[in-house]
Every structure is written in structure tokens, then in C-alpha cells.
């Protein structure tokens, strides 16, 4: 077509020259009488080493629609090189990331994690349970000494292998849990490594998770189960102290006539008084001062009477250097449950409203941070404080006040009462106890303690006789602090 027209201008004008050198035209083109209007085709093939007119411009211009992401590639020599690949590329990792979130969501839709780190009572409870569960693969396993006491007070060693750090397998009640336990470099404010325990199942068991530690948490409970547990500070926590110890008996603690009857009433009235400290907005807490001299059976009465209550008993030491008015408070606060909190020796702490060490500066918890500490103790469950001192003049008034201590008893060196009690207790022998009172009352003792008649008991525990005979033991000093703990 274009030749056509060409040829027919140059026919046209008979001007050779002008035909040979390619003379553009913009004229309409008369071919036979018909007027051609020269497409941009035409005009493009003309002028093809012009470069503002070169035929892809053109083609671009005209028939590429930018919007066809298709037609622009595959226009365009560089994309359609390296896009391609680029696009190969996005594709894949869209896809394997479409298929990593879909396993994923997967994940998610069918497995459960729970996670036990051991700063939670059930992390030892777990493993425990774990240790004495026979349906299980374990291959790294950790070594746990611990001790059996008998009635008779002997101390059995025993070794139960828990679950190590590693990936553990068990089957409970036809479903299958993998469990992790971790350790980590992390060190906790008690200065335990921490650790985690993570056991994972399919969803639809999820629900024995918590039937299992609740089997976890019963089986500790059995074990502890006529016991006394003892947390001591330690760090920033509470920590179990030794093995927990069997209870004590509260009749194999003599005091004097009614003291005992009156403390426990107090406590029992106490406990039952919840609602009535919350509807008044009282702090839901009481706190006893029992003092006298050492050896009485103060400490022993408090742990008796923790089992009495089935409690656990908490002891802290606020003399202790390394103790701030900061963790004081905090460990206040934080009392395991069903726990007794008791403070030791409270006066051997503050002789004076600021404690200061030989060198002058002051050290550990000071005299307002205990009473804070003490005001502060707030907590939904009731809390129960129980001081002891053989100084109770060096105490401080502001100590003494109701709310901090609500309740002082004088527990004292014994009394006849107590004397006879303790003889009846040891040997159950009505007959020889007035011989035994009379061979007492003669020595004239200024004062005797229930230690020291503890200590002379127990030296001819098989024989009334032998005591009666070798009574004048109890004049022998020493012996008033025997037992003192
Ligand atoms: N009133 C008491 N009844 C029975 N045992 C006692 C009594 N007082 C002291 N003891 C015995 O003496 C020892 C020391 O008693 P402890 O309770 O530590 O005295 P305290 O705390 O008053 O100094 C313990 O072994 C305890 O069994
Ligand atoms: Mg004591």
C-alpha cells in the first residue's frame, strides 16, 4: 500500500527527484480520483531513522494499553527478561508463605500449648506427677533425691526420675502430649535458673490438660498430707525449707491451764470472721505476740497450731543483713496460701527505731519499714502473724499496736500444772507423779523450763524411776537452753 501510494505521487508530480529522496507529504494522496488520507503506519515507516517517530514508539503509543500488565511485559524486552523471573520468584515465596501461615493456622486450629514456668507451684507439682506416670517415653531424665520420714522420726532417702530438659512423650486417657522442658540462662530474682515446661496435645483434648494438674496438684497434696510445709525467704521468694515435717500434735505442747484453748479460740473465731473484716473494710488479718522466756514452747506452739489448722508456716528472719524494707514488703505480700507468717526473735531485729550495725551505718530492713510492711499486708485471704520474742520490754510501742499485733500472750517458764502434765505425758504414770512433785517442789527451783523437764524426760525416757532419782539435773544451767533452738 505504501509503494502504491508512493509510486502513485511520484506518477503524480513526474518529479524523480523528489520521489527519490523520500519527500514526506502530509497532502491528501488522489489516486484515480479517490482522496487517501496517509495512516500514521505509513508516515512511521517513512521516517524510521527519525528518532521522535520511530515505529514501536508508536506502536506503544497506540495499541499498548498500560493497564495490561500482560501487554506491557511483553512489550517491553527488559521486562519481559528479568519480570519474569522476578514474578517466578514472588509467586514462590507468596506460596510458601501462604502454605507456612496456612500450617500455621493449622497449628493453631488443632494443638494446644500450656506452658508451666517453675516460678509456679504446679511446674514441681507436674514433674512429679510425670516422674510417677508409667506411660510415658522419656530418654533425658533428671535425678530427684528425696526423703521419707517415719512415724518414728528416722529419715528414709529416696530417688524418683523426673523429666530431664528434652522432649518427652505420654499417653493419658488415649491421647498422646509431647512435653518440653526447657532451661534457660535467664536467672530468676530467686536465683533459680528459669525454666519451662510446655506440653502440647490436639485441641480437642485440651481438656485433660487440666484434668491433669489437677491429678498433679492432688498427688502433691497427698503427699504433704498430714505434714507441715516450712518457706523460708529466699531472694525475692518464698521457698520450701527441708522436707515438710510431720504435724506436730497440739497436745504434745504443755502450757499453762487455758492459754492454749484461748489462742486457738481466737484463731478459730478469726478464720471465721471473713465476711465480717470485709464488710467493715478492715484488712482481713491478725496478728499474735507470744513472749517469755526461751525454751517455754512458743515456737513449738505456733507449729502445732499451724497443724492444728492444717497451715503452712512462712519464717522470716527480718534480722537478716540482706534483707531491704523492698523485699520485706514485698514477701509480706506475697505469703504462700494457707500459710502462717511468722517472725522469729522480732526484738533481736530493733532495739531501735533505726538499725545500725557496730560501724554505724544501717543495715537491712529499718524499724518503719516492718510496720509498713506489717499495715501493708493486704490480701483476699486472711492472713495470720505470729511473733515471738524473749525481750518484750525492747519492743517498741508502735509495734504493739492492734492491727499489728492484736493478741499478747505470756508464755512462761513452768508451772506446777505444766510440771505434772509434762511427767503424765512422758510416762502416763499416775503413781509415781506425786513421788516425782515432791523430789521437784524439795530442789526449790527459782524457775524451770519446759525444755529443760523436756531434756530430763527425755535422758530416762524409759524410766520414771531413774527421772525421779536424777531430778536435781534440772538445777544444771545449762540445760535451761537445751532444746533452744
Ligand atoms: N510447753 C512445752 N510443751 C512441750 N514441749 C516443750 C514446751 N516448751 C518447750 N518444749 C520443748 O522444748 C524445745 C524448745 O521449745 P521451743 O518451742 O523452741 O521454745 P521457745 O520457742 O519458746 O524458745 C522443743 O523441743 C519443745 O518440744
Ligand atoms: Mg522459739
Do not use: C
Amino acid at each position: 500500500m505504501v509503494g502504491q501510494s508512493m509510486g502513485a505521487l511520484d506518477w503524480l508530480s513526474g518529479d524523480k527527484s523528489s520521489s527519490e529522496g523520500h519527500k514526506i507529504s502530509n497532502d491528501p494522496v488522489i489516486v484515480e480520483g479517490v482522496i487517501q488520507t496517509p495512516s500514521t503506519e505509513d508516515l512511521s515507516l517513512l521516517n524510521y531513522n527519525h528518532p521522535h517517530n520511530s515505529p514501536t514508539d508508536t506502536n506503544v503509543k497506540k495499541d499498548v494499553n498500560p493497564f495490561n500488565i500482560k501487554e506491557v511485559f511483553a512489550s517491553n524486552p527488559y521486562f519481559a527478561a528479568g519480570g519474569g523471573l522476578m514474578l517466578l520468584g514472588a509467586g514462590f515465596s507468596i506460596l510458601r508463605k501462604g502454605v507456612g501461615s496456612f500450617a500455621n493456622l493449622m497449628y493453631r486450629r488443632l494443638i494446644v500449648d500450656l506452658e508451666i514456668r517453675n516460678s509456679d507451684k504446679s511446674y514441681d507439682w507436674f514433674l512429679n506427677w510425670m516422674s510417677n506416670y508409667p506411660n510415658r517415653i522419656s530418654r533425658q531424665l533428671s535425678v530427684k533425691t528425696s526423703f521419707v520420714q517415719h512415724q518414728n522420726g528416722s529419715v528414709m532417702t529416696g530417688f524418683s526420675f523426673v523429666p530431664g530438659p528434652g522432649n518427652h512423650w505420654f499417653k493419658y486417657k488415649n491421647s498422646w502430649f509431647f512435653v518440653s522442658r526447657e532451661r534457660s540462662e535467664r536467672i530468676h530474682n530467686s536465683g533459680q535458673p528459669m525454666e519451662t515446661v510446655t506440653l502440647k496435645t490436639l485441641y480437642k483434648d485440651r481438656y485433660l490438660l487440666a484434668s491433669i494438674l489437677d491429678e498433679a496438684r492432688q498427688m502433691a497434696m497427698k503427699l504433704n498430707e498430714g505434714k507441715t510445709v516450712l518457706y523460708k525467704s529466699w531472694g525475692q521468694d518464698w521457698r520450701i525449707f527441708g522436707k515438710p515435717r510431720s504435724k506436730r500434735v497440739i497436745d504434745s505442747v504443755i502450757l499453762d491451764k487455758g492459754i492454749k484453748e484461748d489462742i486457738l479460740t481466737d484463731v478459730k473465731e478469726f478464720l471465721k470472721s471473713g465476711s465480717w473484716y470485709h464488710d467493715r473494710g478492715i484488712p482481713y488479718r491478725r496478728g499474735y505476740l507470744l513472749y517469755g522466756p526461751p525454751g517455754s514452747g512458743k515456737t513449738s506452739f505456733i507449729q502445732a497450731l499451724a497443724g492444728e489448722f492444717d497451715y503452712n508456716i512462712a519464717i522470716m528472719n527480718v534480722g537478716e543483713p540482706n534483707l531491704t524494707d523492698d523485699r520485706l514488703a514485698y514477701l509480706m505480700n506475697n505469703i504462700p496460701e494457707h500459710t502462717i507468717l511468722l517472725l522469729e526473735d522480732i526484738d533481736a531485729a530493733f532495739n531501735n527505731r533505726s538499725q545500725s550495725t557496730e560501724k554505724g551505718y544501717v543495715s537491712g530492713v529499718t524499724f518503719s519499714g516492718l510496720l509498713n510492711a506489717l499495715d501493708g499486708v493486704a490480701s483476699a485471704e486472711e492472713v495470720i502473724t505470729f511473733m515471738t520474742t524473749n525481750h518484750p520490754e525492747r519492743l517498741d510501742p508502735a509495734l504493739l499496736r492492734p492491727g499489728r499485733i492484736d493478741m499478747k500472750v505470756l508464755i512462761n517458764n513452768a508451772s506446777d500444772y505444766q510440771v505434772e502434765q509434762m511427767f503424765l505425758r512422758f510416762y502416763d504414770d499416775k503413781e509415781k507423779l506425786p513421788i516425782f512433785m515432791k523430789k521437784f517442789k524439795d530442789l526449790e527451783l527459782p524457775y524451770v523450763s519446759t525444755a529443760q523437764l523436756q531434756g530430763l524426760f527425755v535422758q530416762f525416757k524409759e524410766s520414771p524411776e531413774l527421772a525421779i532419782e536424777n531430778v536435781e539435773i534440772l538445777k544444771s544451767p545449762h540445760m535451761n537452753n537445751f532444746f533452744y533452738e
